[in-house]
């Protein structure tokens, strides 16, 4: 039905975690061979993006520098939830459990490593840019349609709708952190 990690035990969200502990623990073989096990995943965005955030983890671990490799994940996650929501378009919403699955990551992914700093923007410009990103993810849920019980009930999935949703979600995280490499448009 999905992805097979229980909530929070994704590897990007393993990794993540774990670069903040051993980098601020200046463990900075630990941080490479942890970042080196999700280094398909950043070929993964790498090759739908054309976006190639290796070189600047590389030069931000060789030279131990907490904020690069930190920000260098916080990209890579900004793509990696752009990556799911690609998926979703392109099966235009019609697999539900899959379409669930890489929404209910993508939340994970914000509400655990990127809206500490949304809501530390938030405070600083008197947006609440953290409630609308929230708001958003209800929004993408409910455009994901439902199977219904037994087929009874059923919704049909909104994917034009779902589309704008994350677009606007990514817009704003775009605003919040301004060094975001995006990459290029992917058309559906």
Do not use: C
């Not at 070189?55 to 490799?69: N, T, W, Y």
């Not at 938030?122 to 609440?128: F, I, P, R, S």
């Not at 994901?144 to 606007?168: D, H, M, N, Q, W």
């Amino acid at each position: 039905m999905g992805y097979g990690y229980g909530r929070n035990d994704d590897p990007i969200i393993t990794v993540f975690k774990s670069t903040i502990f051993y980098g601020k623990n200046n463990d900075w073989a630990r941080v490479r061979s942890d970042t080196d096990t999700i280094g398909d995943r950043f070929d993964d965005v790498r090759n739908l993006f054309d976006v190639n955030l290796t070189a600047k983890l590389d030069a931000g671990i060789s030279q131990h520098d907490f904020q690069e490799v930190i920000k260098v994940m916080a990209n890579f996650v900004f793509l990696a939830i752009r990556e799911k929501y690609y998926w979703n378009l392109t099966e235009g919403l019609r697999m539900f459990a899959r379409a669930n699955v890489r929404l209910r990551l993508t939340e994970e992914y914000y509400t655990l490593l990127l809206s500490g700093n949304v809501r530390r923007y938030d405070n600083l410009n008197g947006t609440k840019f953290h409630d609308e990103i929230f708001n958003k993810f209800s929004e993408a849920r409910k455009s994901l349609g439902s199977i219904g019980f037994l087929g009874a009930g059923a919704v049909s999935p909104r994917p034009e709708e779902f589309e704008r949703i994350t677009k606007e979600i990514e817009q704003k995280l775009l605003i919040v952190f301004p060094y975001f490499e995006s990459g290029k448009e992917i058309t559906y």
